[in-house]
């Protein structure tokens, strides 16, 4: 059911962020290489219903509407139109997560939970792992969020079915998106296991919510 992708890349932790800054060049090249012009053209819109989406539903963690709305449109237009297509027909909500930064990966090949996928009672959300840095904020030795957010939404249509948007609450999350350091390489995928216990988690609340707005916390 799950695909993966796999990236050469070295385990050093300097080297994997030169690595976010190159897959984020060849992600933007590939998404407007494959595209066509009628695609390119629509994901501005696309975008736009998106960001109105979080902003309406998602808990924006301390952030201006403005700089939260920059942050997710550099993740939608890196994406592909028939990914957003697919978010907006399922009526998925995209959240940014800061949560997902503070996280100490358990094992020794350093896998790195970057997303979830949430299947609560009345809202489907993805969350996705946020630095709180825009491109232009992230410096040449510091990771983008962009490459493994909208890989991790590109990923969606392939890796999902409808049965898994209609089991709404058991279990209150049911996927989690990690890139993981094997033997020489790089893996990204979602995949349908207790992602959650994966991590360490440091003072994050409780991981099996969704970051949504107050109101709409389960």
């Given at each position: 059911m799950f695909a993966t992708r796999t990236t050469a890349v070295s385990k050093k932790s300097y080297t994997r962020k030169a690595m976010s800054i190159a897959a984020l060049f060849l992600a933007a090249v590939s998404v407007t290489g494959c595209e066509s012009e009628n695609d390119i053209a629509r994901k501005p819109a696309l975008s736009n219903a998106l960001i109105?989406?979080?902003?309406?539903?998602?808990?924006?963690?301390?952030d201006?509407?403005?700089?939260y709305s920059i942050r997710l449109r550099e993740v939608?237009?890196?994406?592909?139109?028939?990914s957003l297509d697919y978010l907006r027909k399922n009526d998925i909500t995209v959240c940014l997560d800061k949560r997902l930064i503070k996280q100490d990966d358990k094992h020794w090949y350093e896998?790195?939970?970057?997303?979830?996928?949430?299947?609560?009672?009345q809202h489907l959300v993805v969350t996705l792992y946020d630095t709180g840095k825009t491109s232009d904020e992230t410096g040449i030795f510091d990771e983008s969020i962009v490459p493994f957010a909208s890989d991790a939404l590109?990923?969606?249509?392939?890796?999902f079915t409808d049965y898994d948007f209609k089991i709404a609450g058991n279990p209150p999350f049911l996927s989690g998106y990690r890139i993981s350091c094997g033997k020489g390489c790089?893996?990204?995928?979602?995949?349908?296991?207790?992602?959650i216990h994966d991590?360490?988690?440091?003072?994050?609340?409780?991981?099996?919510?969704?970051p949504l707005a107050k109101g709409l916390r389960p």
């Amino acid at each position: 059911m799950f695909a993966t992708r796999t990236t050469a890349v070295s385990k050093k932790s300097y080297t994997r962020k030169a690595m976010s800054i190159a897959a984020l060049f060849l992600a933007a090249v590939s998404v407007t290489g494959c595209e066509s012009e009628n695609d390119i053209a629509r994901k501005p819109a696309l975008s736009n219903a998106l960001i109105q989406n979080a902003l309406k539903n998602c808990d924006l963690q301390g952030d201006e509407s403005a700089l939260y709305s920059i942050r997710l449109r550099e993740v939608f237009m890196n994406s592909y139109a028939r990914s957003l297509d697919y978010l907006r027909k399922n009526d998925i909500t995209v959240c940014l997560d800061k949560r997902l930064i503070k996280q100490d990966d358990k094992h020794w090949y350093e896998s790195t939970i970057r997303g979830f996928f949430y299947n609560q009672a009345q809202h489907l959300v993805v969350t996705l792992y946020d630095t709180g840095k825009t491109s232009d904020e992230t410096g040449i030795f510091d990771e983008s969020i962009v490459p493994f957010a909208s890989d991790a939404l590109d990923r969606m249509e392939d890796n999902f079915t409808d049965y898994d948007f209609k089991i709404a609450g058991n279990p209150p999350f049911l996927s989690g998106y990690r890139i993981s350091c094997g033997k020489g390489c790089m893996t990204s995928k979602w995949y349908d296991d207790n992602a959650i216990h994966d991590a360490r988690w440091h003072k994050v609340g409780d991981m099996t919510k969704p970051p949504l707005a107050k109101g709409l916390r389960p």
